[in-house]
C-alpha cells in the first residue's frame, strides 16, 4: 500500500507533516485497567488546568485552528478532533472506554494535544491518499452523523474517503476483529521532524506494550510525501 500527501497541500501549509504507524499482528481488546486510569486521570487533570486556562494557551490547538483557516475551514464550526476532546473535558463530559485501540488513540491526542485517528488497514480499498475534500465529499462519522469535509484534509483510498482531523469514518473503523492498522498523528507543522519522528515512534511504542504486534514509523512531510507499506 502506498500513503502519499497531496503536493498541492504544501503550497498552502509549506511545513505540514503526519506522523504514521503501521501496525501488525495486534490484537484489540478491552482496555487494561491501567490505561482505563491513565485515561480517566489525564482528563480529570485537563478538566482543572481548563479552568485556569484559555484554549489559546495550549499551542497544538491553535496551530490545527490555523491550519484549518489556512486551507479555507471555520474552526468554530468544524473543530479539529483534539479541540473538540478538549472542549468536551472543559464542560466534565468525560470519554468513557471503549476499546483498547480507540483508547489510546485518544490519550495520545490528548496529551500531544492534536489529532490523530486510527484506521482498519483490512477494510482500505487500494492506497491511501491525503488531500483537501471538495463541496460534493463526506460521510457516514464516528459521530454518528455525516459529516462534510469540504475545504477539510482528508485521508481518501481508491474507494472514497475515510478519515480526517474533524472526524473519522464508520467504514474503517477499528474493531476487536481488527488485526493490523493505519495510525494517523496530525503533527504540529512548526515541529522539527526528527521531533516528530521521535513523537510517532512514542505513540508506536506505548501501542504495542499493550496491544502486542510489530510496528513501523514514518514522519510524511515535504520532503518525503510518500511511502510504500509492506
Known amino acids: 500500500m502506498k500513503i502519499e500527501l497531496d503536493k498541492e497541500l504544501f503550497k498552502v501549509v509549506p511545513d505540514l507533516k503526519l506522523g504514521i504507524n503501521h501496525y501488525t499482528k495486534i490484537t484489540v481488546s478491552e482496555s487494561p485497567q491501567m490505561l482505563k486510569g491513565r485515561l480517566q486521570l489525564f482528563q480529570e487533570q485537563l478538566f482543572f488546568e481548563l479552568e485556569k486556562k484559555p484554549f489559546t494557551d495550549f499551542p497544538n490547538l491553535q496551530a490545527w485552528r490555523t491550519v484549518w483557516k ?68 463526506g460521510y457516514d462519522g464516528l459521530n454518528g452523523r455525516f459529516n462534510s469535509l469540504n475545504n477539510i484534509l482528508l485521508l481518501r483510498d481508491d474507494c472514497s474517503p475515510f478519515g480526517s482531523p474533524f472526524v473519522d469514518s464508520v467504514r474503517t473503523a477499528v474493531t476487536q476483529e481488527t488485526t493490523a492498522a493505519l495510525h494517523v498523528l496530525f503533527i504540529r507543522p512548526s515541529m522539527a521532524k526528527e521531533e516528530a519522528l521521535k513523537l510517532t515512534s512514542a505513540c508506536g511504542n506505548m501501542f504495542t506494550s499493550i496491544s502486542g504486534g510489530e510496528f513501523s514509523s514514518f514522519v510524511l512531510s515535504a520532503e518525503q510525501p510518500s511511502i510504500v507499506l509492506k
Open 70 to 137: 489556512a486551507f479555507g475551514a471555520d474552526p468554530n464550526r468544524y473543530r479539529p478532533s483534539a479541540e473538540a476532546l478538549f472542549r468536551r473535558i472543559k464542560k466534565q463530559n468525560y470519554l468513557q472506554p471503549f476499546h483498547s485501540a480507540v483508547d489510546l488513540n485518544t490519550f495520545f491526542s490528548l496529551q500531544y494535544e492534536i489529532p490523530a485517528g486510527i484506521y482498519d488497514l483490512n477494510k482500505i480499498v487500494g492506497n491511501a491518499y491525503f488531500t483537501i475534500g471538495g463541496e460534493e465529499e
